[in-house]
Each structure stands twice: as C-alpha cells, then as structure tokens.
Antibody, heavy 117, light 108 residues
C-alpha cells in the first residue's frame, strides 16, 4: 500500500524553527517528485514547495521563499521541510504528497503546525 | 501565477441530484493539466480527476470532468450521501501549482 506519514508538527513561537518529516512506503520514493501543501484552519489548500526526484531542483511559494527549505533522503525514503523564521500566518496543517505527473496522489494525513506565543 | 476561481462557493443539493462545479483560470492551463480533489472534514484531500477529464483510480463513474483552456467543470451525475464534501481544482501545468478556493457541496 502506498503511504505517506508526516511528523514533526507542534507549537512553536514566532521566529522559531521546526522540521517536518514525511516517511514514504509502498512505492519507489526515489522515482517521484514530492510536494508540501498546507491548509490553514478553516481555509483552502495552498501549495508550499516541490522537490524533484534526486533532490537537485526545488521551488517554493513566494510566501515561504528564503524561510523554508525542502529536502529529501532517498536512502531513507523520507521528505523534509525545514521551516525557519516562522510567523503566525504559517499556522496550518502541512501535507506531503506525491507528484504523479497527473495530479498529486496520495496525500499524507497531515501534521499541524501552530505558531503562537 | 495562474489564479483559479471556483464557483459557486457553496452548492446545496439533495442526494440523487446532479452537481455542476466550475473552475476558471486566469490564463490558459497548458495541456489541460487540471486536477480535482475531494476533501472531507478532518481528512486529507483525495485525487478525483486529472488532465481535466480522466478519473483517478477507484473513482466512480458518476464523477466526470470536462473543459479546456481556462474553463473547467466537475460534474457528479447523481449525488450519493458520501459525495457531500469540499472540492478543489488545481493546475499542475507550472509552478506555483495553484488551487482554487474550493466549493462546498452540502446537503439541502
């Protein structure tokens, strides 16, 4: 079964840092681009970042550029999102998802990040 | 950035009725790289349609997608109780991979 499991969310103060992880299983992780998508409480989906299959190319939404870093460890089948200089508006459920070239599928269950003092 | 606008924001229908959801793009979506997702409360989104009109694996044939360029439609032919959820369109033609703001399909 193809599965993505996020971890690492929690409560952090403004200006703080957090690293999210996404453990992949059931497919050849190293063959796929991967993405992070977030959803603020009661709001819609917002794309955050993307990384290609070997980690050599990344892209970011303007709202997180320079603060967030996406990376992957293909030997560990794990995707990461390093989040620095966190702001209240970064509060959201963060999902990792696989790029199937034709849409994003599947999605993890999400991990909640709360930025508050 | 391609901006996607979904309408209506909320759609109130009864089981058995037909639902038509719209997604308009601010510029043409190349190769019709447009997907639809369903999200139920507390759960992750689920891929329904890709390439505007192709059903994802396991999606019932009461779901269909159409459109090209800047105008896209998701149709649910006969609503089942489990279809009441929020639906999002998304373009994956180019970064940033934008989503529409969603249409909430609620029971009338």
């Amino acid at each position: 079964e193809v599965q993505l499991v996020e971890s690492g969310g929690g409560l952090v103060q403004p200006g703080g840092s957090l690293r999210l992880s996404c453990a992949a299983s059931g497919f050849t992780f190293s063959s796929y681009w991967m993405h992070w998508v977030r959803q603020a409480p009661g709001k819609g989906l917002v794309w955050v970042s993307r990384i290609n299959s070997d980690g050599s190319s990344t892209s970011y939404a303007d709202s997180v550029k320079g603060r967030f870093t996406i990376s992957r460890d293909n030997a560990k089948d794990t995707l990461y999102l390093q989040m620095n200089s966190l702001r209240a508006e970064d509060t959201a459920v963060y999902y990792c998802t696989r790029d199937c070239t034709r849409g994003f599928d599947p999605w993890g269950q999400g991990t909640l990040v709360t930025v508050s003092s | 950035e391609i901006v996607l606008t979904q309408s209506p924001a909320t759609l109130s229908l009864s089981p058995g009725e037909r639902a038509t959801l719209s997604c308009g793009a601010s510029q043409s979506v190349s190769n019709n790289y447009l997907a639809w997702y369903q999200q139920k409360p507390g759960l992750a989104p689920r891929l329904l349609m890709y390439d505007a009109s192709s059903r994802a694996t396991g999606i019932p044939d009461r779901f269909s997608g159409s459109g090209s360029g800047t105008d896209f439609t998701l149709t649910i032919s006969r609503l089942e109780p489990e279809d009441f959820a929020v639906y999002y369109c998304q373009q994956y033609a180019r970064s940033p991979y934008t989503f529409g703001q969603g249409t909430k399909l609620e029971i009338k």
